[in-house]
């Protein structure tokens, strides 16, 4: 199964790819994940789907230890959610005899879905795991067993929540590559929230962030965010990408301010940040809330390189035709190769990879399932 060339699915032609570097790139799909690496310019995939038939939310690529090792949050329809790792870049995989993440039973929940894996930036062993419904798990073992962050869980907001279109999933984690007690999480439909205590406490942190489908536009929280993406140098600055809406914070969230000035939509799902230029990030625009497909129907990821006082349309190398591929909030992202590449797939089963920082793409498949996710990373 492994390294051998995926025919009928992976283009052929992707050998032009720059630099001798090896990358690993997951791509979780509606069925299953799959798994290639860049090797002195080539792309290898594997033969076939890891997890068959299981849709695959979330992957982590945790690069931190001597071995690199890959973390999936997998769903089976008849088995449920689980969290399985391998040390061994996929040719084997194993999962705990008792489900790392689970719901203690005086919560009155169970778990459906695993959105995000996220490895801490500050504490080698330390992996966070985001969940549907909205809650945060702290592993101290390379996420091999998962403890439930109960200050989040019992914030007194919650019972407020309202869950988002996709569920009530807790999406996104960012850890202060300065600070291991600095956690920031977002929830669809709760918002944006923050620790510097370790998780102790939790503050909405969503000042300036619009939510227009409610009678007060801008709530405490409540607002329907999408991602948030770090930056490369300044840990206080991050982006958002809201239901309607592009901000960025100065300030670790305390503020928002709105940088979607620029774009042809305001509506997204993604959005990541470059691995190393500050002020650098990317989004990919949506129609509209009502109409989720790309803006203008063009397939084009948007750059900025200053911090959202402009963006730049990215398109050498995608599809100039009408496009209709949504791309959803974990399937975009970038590694940490230099040049950067820049990664993304969408629900049409597509995966497009830019190994310069996003000046230029190429297709690396297509027909695949409906892309969830995607992370990529140098290894070796």
Known sequence: MVGCRLTGVWDKGVAEVIGMTEVLLAVGTRKGLFIGRRRG?????????????????????????????????????????????SDDLGR??????????????????????????????????VVYAGT??????????????????????????RSKWVPGGGGEGLHTVVTDRRDPKTVTVAVS???VFRTTDGGASWTPS??????????????????????VAQDAEDADCLYLQNHWGVYRSDDSGGHWTDIGEGLPSTFGFAVAAHPRRGGTAYVYPIQADSDRVPADRRCRVFRTADSGGTWEALTAGLPQEDHYGTVLRDALCTDDA??????????????????????????????????????AAVIG
């Open 41 to 85: 310019g080539t792309w290898e995939f594997d033969e076939s789907p890891y997890f068959n038939a299981q849709a695959v939310y979330s992957v982590a690529v945790d690069t931190r230890g001597e071995r690199t090792r890959l973390l999936v949050g997998g769903d089976s329809s008849h088995w449920g959610p689980s969290v399985f790792h």
């Open 92 to 125: 084997t995989w194993t999962e705990p005899a008792r489900p790392a993440v689970k719901f203690p039973k005086d919560t009155g929940a169970s778990l459906e879905r695993v959105w995000q894996l996220h490895p801490a930036a500050a504490e080698p062993d």
């Open 132 to 157: 549907e419904p909205a809650a945060l798990y702290r592993s101290e073992d390379r996420g091999e067993t998962f403890d439930l962050v109960r200050p989040l869980w019992e914030h007194p907001t």
């Open 189 to 191: 439909t709760a918002g």
């Open 206 to 227: 969503n000042s300036g962030v619009s939510a227009v489908f409610l009678p007060d536009p801008n709530p405490e929280f409540g607002q329907c965010v999408h991602k």
């Open 338 to 375: 230099d040049p950067a590449g820049v990664y993304f797939g969408n629900r049409n089963g597509e995966v497009f990879a830019s190994a310069d920082d996003g000046d230029s793409w190429r297709r690396l498949a297509s027909h695949l399932p409906d892309v969830l996710c995607v992370r």
